[in-house]
């Protein structure tokens, strides 16, 4: 049992506009949070001059990070959860559909899998989780 999933990505291919301001992508972050089921605790974005954005989201479940190169129509996205699983693969898969890459060098990494299985333990992640909903 890991007691996380973390996917970190390089996408190409994406359309540059997508890429330049960090308002869009803050829309697609942001929203990916919520599609995700995921737990926003705060969250910075940095606008570059004359383009590009880079930004991390604290999550409870841990966080999503990322930083474009709207020149090469790139983005490197870091996302790391725990808890469930699924939750990393259906914000991914929203940003992902959101930017529509040609192509992506993806690694997804299963997190503390040396931790025993337990039924009776929480994370604490999820329990700060729970409290919030």
């Known amino acids: 049992m890991a007691v996380g999933i973390h996917i970190l990505a390089d996408m190409y291919g994406i359309e540059p506009e997508l ?3 960090k308002e ?6 942001e929203r990916s949070i919520r599609v995700g089921n995921l737990t926003k605790i705060s969250s910075d974005y940095y606008q570059f001059e004359p383009m590009g954005a880079s930004g991390i989201v604290l999550l409870a479940e841990s966080h999503i990070s990322f930083h474009t ?5 790139m983005i490197a996205l870091d996302l790391f959860t725990c808890g469930d699983p699924e939750k990393a693969d259906i914000a991914f898969e929203y940003i992902r559909d959101k930017l529509k890459p040609t192509e992506i060098q993806f690694n997804k990494h299963e997190r503390g899998s040396r931790v025993a299985s337990s039924e009776s333990v929480q994370p604490a992640a999820s329990q700060f989780a729970s409290s919030l909903q």
């Not at 869009?24 to 972050?29: A, H, N, T, V």
């Not at 190169?69 to 129509?73: L, T």
């Open 69 to 73: 190169w709207p020149e090469y129509g």
């Open 19 to 21: 890429l330049e301001r």
């Open 24 to 29: 869009s992508l803050m829309e697609i972050i």
